[in-house]
């Protein structure tokens, strides 16, 4: 069977997962969440007990979480090296090492701004300080993922990989939480740019949006939540 990819929308990080699979060049399947919907219902917990996306479905029929899990399962079967170096180069050891910023660092920063945004009851107070704090912390993590871009084109090599996918997923909540203008990072501004250009990243993008976009045909459609979870849930 072909992998299915939950990813969640709305602003899920898990959009650079499908970009990513797109750029493996190997045949998948979707299955789109609602993050603020379903994926807080009871039932949701049979796939992921902690209600987070993404998850993949295995094509063993395993369910597998957590973004580095997932982007490691997929590096594994990257056999023509299409999203990852060899594991065993120093371009191997370079994209663990910024996909590890970025799935702890860069995106725990935003966490605080989520809080704030998401906190019901309303705590006035406590919401103008988390986002503060989150907004110190979310540029001082762009400025240290600054300093880490190379001169190359992408974060590792000449042509997108994991990292870039993890990168784009997450990147940006930058304007959706008001916290500065891109511009104020030449280098990951420019990054963004070129991969928001990658067809990929526009068909990823347009997915979670629930639009229509030209795809490569790699993926063989969507498979309904409560399918997913009758058929892989715990």
Known sequence: MEPILIYGFPLGSSMGLVAALEWLGKPYRLCRVDMLGEMREPAYARINARHETPALITDQGNVLTETMAIAHWLAARDDERRISPDPLSPEGDRMRQVMAFINTGFTGSFTPLWVALEMDPPRPALQASLREWGKEAVIGRHDRLEEMVGD???LVGDRPTLADALFIGVARWLEFHEV????????????????????????????????????????????????????YGA
Do not use: F, M, N
């Open 152 to 154: 190359g084109p992408y």
């Open 180 to 231: 500065a203008e891109p511009v104020r990072w030449p280098k990951l501004a420019a990054l963004r740019a070129r991969l928001e250009a990658d067809p990929a990243v526009a068909y990823a993008t347009a997915l979670e949006s629930g639009e229509t976009a030209p795809d490569s045909g790699l993926c063989l459609g969507h498979v309904p939540l409560a399918e997913v979870i009758e058929r």
